[in-house]
């Protein structure tokens, strides 16, 4: 396993934005340059940063309502590609796929929708496919990426960023990488659950 790592690149698809304002601006102290959709992308430019929009390196707007956004080889690619790989660093250059190295997400609010009292309708749609997913690639590849999968763990990245500036090792990755599938499972089980009833 690899050591130390640079974050160079941030994905930043959140839905809570509060508490994300100080992680953003350390991030933003060390030169870490970001990349977000819609809300979140508004957010980071309200608080003066810049921040290149995700469709403009899929080439693709929101679709369906916003029910797709994420899914893209362009932006998995750049998450799941090993940087020690020739033949993923070589794709990565022929289909212009570029690096990320840190993924920040915060799901829609699923089990809330529920409590709420919500139609089966508003449910379904608080249903998070584009950030499960991202947190599931980030933490495959926490070797080389960084995976703050909720805003519980804002932060945690930011006591390491203070600590070590924009660089984690293996042993900061490998624990965020288990807090993730952590989240994810929690996550799933309350949609089956939702389902099972």
């Known amino acids: 396993m690899s050591g130390t790592k640079e974050i160079k690149t941030a994905l930043v698809s959140v839905f809570h934005k509060d508490g994300l304002d100080e992680l953003l601006k350390k991030l933003n102290d060390e030169g870490v340059k970001f990349l977000s959709t819609g809300g979140t992308q508004k957010f980071i430019e309200s608080l003066g940063y810049e921040c290149q ?3 403009d390196v899929t080439s693709y707007p929101s679709i369906l309502g916003g029910r797709v956004k994420t899914l893209h080889p362009k932006v998995f690619g750049g998450i799941l590609a090993r940087r020690d790989n020739e033949g993923d660093q070589e794709q990565m250059a022929q289909y212009e796929i570029p690096a990320i190295d840190l993924v920040i997400v915060d799901l829609y609010p699923f089990e809330a929708t529920v ?3 919500a139609s089966d309708e508003d449910i379904i749609e608080k249903i998070d ?3 499960i997913s991202l947190i599931r690639a980030g933490a495959k590849n926490f070797k080389d990426v960084v995976i703050v999968p909720s805003k519980a763990e804002y932060g945690v ?3 390491i960023l203070n600590k070590k500036g924009a660089n984690t090792d293996i042993a900061d990755r490998k624990m965020f990488a288990e807090r993730a599938f952590g989240v994810s499972s929690h996550y799933d089980t309350a949609i089956h659950d939702w389902f099972a009833k």
Do not use: H, N, P, W
């Open 53 to 55: 929009k995700v469709e």
């Open 157 to 159: 990245l930011l006591d």
């Open 129 to 131: 496919i584009g950030g």
């Open 115 to 117: 409590a709420s009292g």
